[in-house]
């Protein structure tokens, strides 16, 4: 006999309250784990989403606010504000590469697919498309949809094929290279055609600008603003307030955790209470045996703590699955749309589950001082005169 | 023959709130080691308090408690619990072993808790389960055993760790006249083979098998 093997004696040896204890932790675990997955790879993803925009600005309707900027990273539908005259202003100034777009939505096979709206060759050299099957727009007005490669994969389009989009049977042009943000899971329209289609005439959602000297920046947000009085935003800037609305949710995300957490801490602390209560004769006896006062805060402790770590590995696995298997069918939005397009490759991370295993361990620990030090403090007479 | 156990006007009383009872009042008394000693007296009186209080137990509210020359009415804790460990065995009247052991882990347990490693706990167990007669039973939880059997378990883990000194509560309270006359002649076995037995008991069977007879009454010891 040694210690460990008593300590799990002990545990086992109500096998319900055992599993109930254990599920608790379980399950305040996983969520942590889950929303600290889904929360993590939310980040990474903004971070390159703003990368695969690859615009030094961005101009927006004016009064817009964080939410718009993250639209733009989600490939959320947009309100269409900005005219062809506003454009053509912004093109006036020298030392911007202006590329506009108009942000939209549609469903194909009732899946919602981000749209966009293009002018072709701009579009093109400003994000250094490569094309990996059929062809690009060959007319600025050209009738027809250029894919981005998941969205290709994820509905089987080829060359050739057509896609309706507003009632409107469009034929497949070409198929996008990789690009690894969010264009891989967008349909592309030129301009003139997603203009009608979306009766928006003349009119974009944003532009993406570059600017050739980057030291002049603030000057030509000033200058735009100026001629245009349209919001605009670096790309520093969007990052930060995409990050603050992101941030948010991941508080509140963590608070949902952090209440399952401590739930679960309850939940030990009621079993160790109840187990310290019913086994007060057998501290009795273990301390007539010679057992020392810490020797009995430790089997208390070492219980606890052993709930901690199998909760903890339960509570992972249960709490990754959860994020791998849920994560494709989080309904689309503005948020959700960034942990959708993360692979699962990212959700596991070796520090956040021995971090998790570890955090659980802590919990249950701390959850177990209380009862553990009651259970030590009995006096011999007290235990063994319990009936 | 030397006094293994001795008191000097130990006195012990137990507050609850505003009350007080004084279950022992003084008690001088000296125990010969090898002796078989038992203490007898009306319920209430404070036998188990007095066994409490020789077994290291509890401490006296007033007075002291020697065993051998260590006064153990001033040791520390943690001392006074490995002295409980090493000297001294303990024998209560029911719910002696944990509901959850096997008989032979029952008695590894109190050689784990003075630090004897796992195989020799084993073998010692073993040798300790037959020393009792209860080998084929090493593998029973206590509920599968009979009140004599479960007492017996708990006479072999008094002995685990070589005791001087067993100290026993009304071991055979719970037993019929079968079962105690086997657990007596088990205790005079070890009396024989120099064991110091100390039994509380309300059984005359008990009473004269002993060399000697303590009467406890209102906490007083009656001589
Ligand atoms: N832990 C305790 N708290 C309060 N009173 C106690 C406690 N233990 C024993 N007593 C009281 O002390 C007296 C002696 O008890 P005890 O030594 O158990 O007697 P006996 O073993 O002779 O029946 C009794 O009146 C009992 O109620
Ligand atoms: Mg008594």
């Known amino acids: 006999m040694n210690l460990s093997k008593l300590v799990y004696k002990n545990i086992t040896r109500r096998r319900g309250r055992f599993l109930f204890t254990l599920l608790g ?51 959320d539908q947009m309100p269409t504000n900005i005219s062809a005259a506003e454009i053509a202003t912004i093109r006036a100034i020298k030392g911007l590469t202006v590329v506009p777009f108009l942000a939209q939505q549609t469903a194909i096979n009732n899946k919602p697919v981000t749209v966009s709206g293009i002018e072709p060759e701009a579009t093109l050299a400003f994000k250094r498309w490569q094309i990996s099957q059929g062809a690009y727009f060959s007319n600025p007005d050209e009738t027809g949809v250029v894919i981005g490669a998941t969205a290709a994969r994820q509905f089987d389009l080829k060359p050739g094929a057509t896609v309706t989009v507003r009632g409107e049977k469009l034929p497949v042009l070409g198929i996008l290279g990789e690009t690894g943000g969010r264009d891989d899971a967008t349909l592309f329209l030129s301009l003139p055609v997603a203009q009608r289609l979306f009766k928006s005439a003349d009119k974009v959602s944003y532009a993406a600008i570059r600017v050739d000297d980057l030291a002049r920046t603030e000057g030509y947000i000033e200058k735009i603003r100026e001629a245009t009085g349209l919001g605009v935003v670096s790309d520093k800037q969007m990052l930060k307030s995409v990050l603050g609305i992101v941030g948010t949710v991941n508080i509140t995300l963590q608070m949902i955790a952090a209440v399952s957490v401590l739930a ?14 019913e086994r007060k004769r057998e501290i009795g006896i273990l301390q007539a045996l010679g057992a020392r006062r810490r020797t009995i805060f430790l089997l208390f402790m070492l219980e606890s703590g052993f709930y901690g ?79 | 023959m030397n006094n293994i156990i001795r008191t000097e006007h130990a006195a012990k ?113 073993v040798k300790l389960l037959a020393l009792v007669g ?90």
């Open chain 1, 309 to 387: 770590i199998i909760g903890g590995v339960t509570g992972v696995i249960t709490g990754l699955a959860t994020a791998v298997i849920v994560t494709p069918y989080i309904s689309q939005n503005a948020f959700t749309t960034f942990v959708k397009g993360s692979g699962s490759g990212d959700i596991i991370d070796i520090k956040m589950i021995a971090g998790s295993i570890l955090f659980s361990t802590v919990v249950a620990i701390v959850a177990g001082i209380y009862p553990a030090w009651r259970a030590a403090r009995l006096t011999p007479v007290e235990a063994i005169s319990y009936e």
């Open chain 2, 134 to 223: 209860l080998a084929e039973k090493a593998g029973a939880k206590p509920g599968q055993l009979s009140g004599g059997q479960q007492q017996r378990v708990a006479i072999a883990r008094a002995l685990a760790n070589d005791p001087d000194i067993l100290l026993m509560d009304e071991p055979t309270g719970n037993l019929d006249s079968v079962a105690e006359a086997e657990v007596l002649d088990l205790l005079q076995t070890l009396h024989r083979q120099g064991k110091t037995v100390v039994i509380v008991t309300h059984s005359d069977e008990v009473a004269k098998r002993a060399e000697r007879i303590i009467r406890v009454k209102d906490g007083l010891v009656a001589h």
């Open chain 1, 264 to 277: 679960a801490a309850f939940g030990i602390i009621n079993t160790m209470m109840a187990a310290t209560y």
């Open chain 1, 25 to 75: 932790i379980t399950i305040g675990i996983a969520s942590f784990v889950t929303f600290m997955a889904l929360g993590g790879s939310l980040k990474d993803e903004i971070h390159r989403e703003t990368a695969a925009l690859g615009a030094n600005l961005v101009v927006i309707p004016k009064g817009s606010c964080g939410y718009e900027q993250l639209s733009i990273l989600t490939g």
């Open chain 2, 13 to 125: 009383s137990y507050k609850s709130g505003e009350i007080t009872t004084t279950a022992l009042k003084d008690v001088s008394l000296e125990i010969l080691q090898g002796s078989f000693t038992c203490i007898i007296g009306p319920s209430g009186h404070g036998k188990s308090t007095l066994m409490h209080l020789i077994g290291g137990l509890d401490r006296p509210t007033d007075g002291k408690v020697y065993i051998g020359d260590v006064e153990i009415s001033r040791i520390p804790n943690s001392d006074l619990a490995r002295l409980r460990g090493k000297r001294v065995g303990f024998v209560f009247q029911f719910f002696n072993l944990m509901q959850g052991l096997t008989a032979i882990e029952n008695v590894e347990i109190a050689m784990m808790l003075a630090g004897v490693p796992d195989r020799e706990q084993r073998v010692r167990a």
